[in-house]
């Protein structure tokens, strides 16, 4: 009998990199520019947890194990065992590192980090709780009370992008998380990081499953292959 897998990360991740393209030919500061990068961040996150799944079920095809059966075997029924209980892609991957490579990413390394924290933007963004309000014109500005403008400021999460220097140059003080994301270097930033995690996969496998590492190779990681030089 032959099998199929539809493939839905790739198309997942061109959604995601022609997004950031937009966002780096279009106008600074411009709505485009900043609903592009939204729209990378978002699809860069999702085309993640696609891959991981579409490894899961890969898993569970005759010519995955036929060099490892043992091994991926039992990958995938660990990897059925988390999806049947809502298990989050984080732990998904981590799974797949320790089984593959007798290890864990390093939680506070590329790629795992930078992995981690897009989860984390695009689970704000998607799940976003309005605080205050946004003005979009020739610049962004954020309207909030100076509370709320406190509060914001502390937040994990904008400490972290502030960090990786992919935030708007200019200074928008107490400007919600939302107002940090729209540029070409976010956007750029969670393509990257897409690409860099996907193609850390093989990189867990070495020789401990040959079968199971080429069929990922060949009918997944095509799609995440490196951006082109960034321009901005």
């Excluded at 704000?124 to 914001?152: F, N």
């Excluded at 860099?196 to 070495?206: D, G, H, I, R, Y």
């Excluded at 401990?208 to 082109?228: D, Q």
């Amino acid at each position: 009998m032959a099998f199929a897998l539809s493939i839905a990360c790739g198309p997942l991740f061109s959604v995601a990199r022609d997004a950031y393209v937009r966002a780096a030919a279009a106008e600074a500061d411009s709505s485009e520019a900043f609903d592009a990068a939204l729209t990378a961040i978002v699809f860069s996150a999702v085309s993640l947890e696609a891959f991981i799944n579409e490894v899961a079920i890969y898993a569970t095809f005759p010519s995955a194990t036929d060099s490892s059966p043992e091994l991926v075997t039992s990958y995938a029924a660990l990897a059925a065992e988390i999806e049947n209980n809502n298990g989050g892609v984080r732990l998904k991957f981590l799974l797949l590192s320790s089984v593959f490579s007798g290890k864990s990413y390093d939680q506070g390394a590329a790629p795992y980090q930078d992995f981690s924290l897009l989860v984390d933007l695009r689970n704000a963004l998607v799940h976003h709780k309005p605080v205050d309000r946004i003005v979009m014109g020739t610049e962004v500005k954020a309207v909030s009370s100076p509370k709320d403008q406190d509060a914001l400021a502390a937040r994990p999460l904008i400490r972290k992008l502030r960090g990786k220097a992919i935030s708007p140059s200019r200074e928008l003080s107490g400007a919600p998380l939302i107002a940090l994301l729209g540029t070409p270097l976010a956007a750029r930033w969670a393509c990257d990081t897409a690409i860099a995690m996907v193609q850390s996969v093989p990189e867990l496998m070495t020789d401990s499953a040959p079968s199971f590492k080429a069929g990922i190779t060949r009918s997944m990681l095509i799609a995440f292959e490196p951006l082109p030089k960034a321009n901005h």
